[in-house]
T-cell receptor, first 113, second 114 residues
Framework: TQLLEQSPQFLSIQEGENLTVYCNSS?????LQWYRQEPGEGPVLLVT?????EVKKLKRLTFQFGDARKDSSLHITAAQPGDTGLYLC?????????????FGAGTQVVVTP | GAVVSQHPSRVICKSGTSVKIECRSL??????MFWYRQFPKQSLMLMAT?????????EQGVEKDKFLINHASLTLSTLTVTSAHPEDSSFYIC??????????FGPGTRLTVL
């Protein structure tokens, strides 16, 4: 059972549309991270959110951390083909050993021209 | 950001042979590194935590005698898949944390066992 539930598992949209990926848990996290991974490569860190209610923007990407620090969302505005990839949320819990992250199952995003 | 390298990027081997994968932190020291396994279109599965100067910590269900981990220095960890079999074929990724909540990942190693 995944500690972090990601939804949806798969998302296929047209260029220019918006999308949102959710990451939910019953556990409290001291921080949540979002990564994007392309085929045959390692995940690349997009953002880290640490404060409940925090919202961070990275160009067309908006990340939100829930008030209770149990959930997060990633919203992409006007998606482009370059946004295609596997999006992973990951969280650090105070009870885990230093540096260890819990990963969600991932959301495969496909943006077609 | 911090850079983590992996070598080799791809390896094909015969069943029964052993394969060593190296993970290096290029511009920072890492007393801890993590080894993951990833199946196609799935998330990362943590295999073990590599600790410099002490034994690795393995996740439940991971055979420590099959996946040998050695953290030789503050910048190098190695994963050796011993007596590899086709079911060991996978994408192996290492990472090194730079803080309690951020990891930088290597580019991964694609292992194919014939």
């Amino acid at each position: 059972t995944q500690l972090l539930e990601q939804s949806p598992q798969f998302l296929s949209i047209q260029e220019g549309e918006n999308l949102t990926v959710y990451c939910n848990s019953s556990s409290v996290f001291s921080s949540l991270q979002w990564y994007r991974q392309e085929p045959g490569e390692g995940p690349v860190l997009l953002v880290t959110v640490v404060t409940g209610g925090e919202v961070k923007k990275l160009k067309r990407l908006t990340f939100q951390f829930g008030d209770a620090r149990k959930d997060s969302s990633l919203h992409i505005t006007a998606a482009q083909p370059g946004d295609t990839g596997l999006y992973l949320c990951a969280g650090a819990r105070a009870t885990d050993s230093w540096g260890k992250l819990q990963f969600g199952a991932g959301t495969q995003v496909v943006v077609t021209p | 950001g911090a850079v983590v390298s992996q070598h080799p990027s791809r390896v094909i081997c015969k069943s029964g042979t052993s394969v060593k994968i190296e993970c290096r932190s290029l511009d920072f020291q890492a007393t801890t590194m993590f080894w993951y396994r990833q199946f196609p279109k799935q998330s990362l599965m943590l295999m073990a935590t590599s600790n410099e100067g002490s034994k690795a910590t393995y996740e439940q269900g991971v055979e420590k005698d099959k996946f040998l981990i050695n953290h030789a220095s503050l910048t190098l960890s190695t994963l050796t898949v011993t007596s590899a079999h086709p079911e060991d074929s996978s994408f192996y990724i290492c990472s090194a944390p730079v803080s309690y909540n951020e990891q930088f990942f290597g580019p991964g190693t694609r292992l194919t066992v014939l």
